[in-house]
């Protein structure tokens, strides 16, 4: 078979590698110049991989039976739109390592709290005895494990929109929605199609699989009549999984969440879909609860890095988007310096006003997208431009007082400055640490 896989980052790479153990005729495409891609070019080289660079030609494209755009490229472009009239099958790497593995499979996916819950759900299942593969969207691509799943007794995936709009097939045993809010406009071709790309996650389940969702989402409520699967929605009282300010309660069984170290009512949610998810795969209350209280937050999430003049700093450098922003805004007690920005994404800031507007005593904008972030949201708060992530951090210092929080949440993705969100976070922590 040809195929072209589009993209040489983690996930091209390891679907090339992949391809070519599988005995097809691979080509790849990237954007980026040979000379940027360095020894990977060479690696690709040697494995016999058909490199185009530079950008991407309609022939190249024309020639494939079978096309693998990584996550990221987005599914509307011109070459990939006139590969698919001419009859060739597009799929995600996901799509294609779901077809060479049969193990059990819970997948994450939402526009908030995906590495969080799927990391839990890991983490209780390993502490009940369980070999968990976490890969997908977090960490390892799922096709660098085809021929060594044997080493795993069920699979955690977290999944984003790029991954799920190419699925074809793919039936996870327990699929996890846990919110769906505007992001990755940059990519889809509206919001529609990033709902449509989301909800593709419970398409191929059957009766006997189960589906765990935000009880009160009202996007995620246009698609549960489309649910083949068994329903439990996760909320307040009335719904099979409620929290009721203390207690999660689950098919009976309560969960006692008092001294759990995840902050804020976002991370409850978490909860209830991670224990709902484990429950349903046999882990035990006991351990599900123990590993609950358990589990610290993770790096760049609401992070407290500490007190500079009575005035607590964290690091929530994962808020990639605007409804990330609003549940850290709404974690935290007032008043707030918020520091944010970073690359666009084309959504809009206007959910944010309401928890500026109450919370927030300055705003300190920064990076591509400052000054349409100042004309949605520097009306509710004193709002100030700075030009680095230094520069933003120096005029939060300026307006410090004791009791203030100060909270860097870019709302925004990275890439205008910095490669990736962690790199972002870490660059943050460093001048925090500095000062």
Request: charged share 25%; net charge negative; with cysteine.
């Amino acid at each position: 078979m040809k195929v072209l896989v589009v993209g040489a980052g983690k996930t091209g790479m390891e679907t090339a590698r992949f391809l070519v153990g599988r005995g097809a005729s691979v080509s790849l495409s990237e954007g980026a110049s040979e000379e940027k891609l360095g020894e990977k070019a060479a690696e690709l080289k040697s494995l016999g991989v058909e490199l185009e660079t530079g950008g991407h030609t309609a022939g190249t494209f024309l020639a494939a039976d079978l096309i693998i755009p990584s996550p990221g490229v987005p599914f509307d472009i011109p070459p990939l739109r006139e590969a698919a009239k001419r009859g060739a099958e597009i799929m995600s790497e996901v799509e294609l390592a779901s077809r060479f593995l049969d193990k059990p499979v819970i997948a994450v996916t939402g526009s908030n709290g995906k590495t969080t819950t799927s990391t839990l759900i890991a983490d209780i299942l390993e502490r009940g005895g369980k070999h968990v593969f976490l890969g997908a969207n977090i960490g390892t691509p799922l096709v660098s494990i085809v021929g060594k799943e044997d080493e795993y007794d069920v699979l955690v995936l977290e999944l984003s929109s790029f991954q799920l709009q190419g699925v074809k097939t793919f039936r996870p045993n327990v699929a996890v929605v846990l919110n769906v809010s505007p992001n990755h406009l940059d990519h889809h071709s509206s919001f529609e199609e990033y709902a449509e790309s989301k909800m593709k996650i419970f398409a191929n389940q059957t009766p006997g699989d189960w589906c765990i969702y935000k009880a009160d989402d009202e996007v995620i409520a246009r698609y549960v009549n489309r649910m083949k699967s068994k329903r439990l929605p996760f909320g307040g009282p009335g719904n099979a999984v409620s929290y009721d300010g203390t207690d999660v309660v689950f098919g009976g069984e309560t969960y006692d969440l008092t001294g759990m170290k995840l902050a804020g009512y976002h991370n409850v949610e978490n909860v209830m879909a991670a224990i709902a998810a484990t429950r349903v795969m046999g882990a035990s209350p006991e351990v599900i609860e123990r590993a609950v209280l358990g589990f610290d937050p993770l790096p760049h999430r609401n992070e407290l890095l500490g007190e500079i003049r009575g005035a607590r700093f964290y690091n929530d450098s994962k808020s990639t988007s605007p409804g990330a922003t609003e549940r850290a805004l709404e974690s935290l007690p007032a008043p707030i310096i918020l520091i944010a920005g970073g690359k666009d994404k084309g959504v809009s800031y206007e959910p944010l006003r309401g928890s500026v507007r109450e919370k927030v005593k300055l705003l300190v904008l920064f990076g591509e997208s400052r000054f349409r972030m100042r004309e949605d949201l520097g009306g509710d708060a004193e709002t100030v431009l700075a030009d680095s992530l230094e520069d933003a951090v120096g005029k939060a210092l300026g307006s410090l007082a004791p009791g203030d929080t100060v909270l860097f949440s870019p709302a925004c993705s990275s890439f205008d400055m910095f490669g990736s969100y962690e790199e972002r976070g870490r660059r943050y922590k460093d001048i925090v640490r500095n000062i």
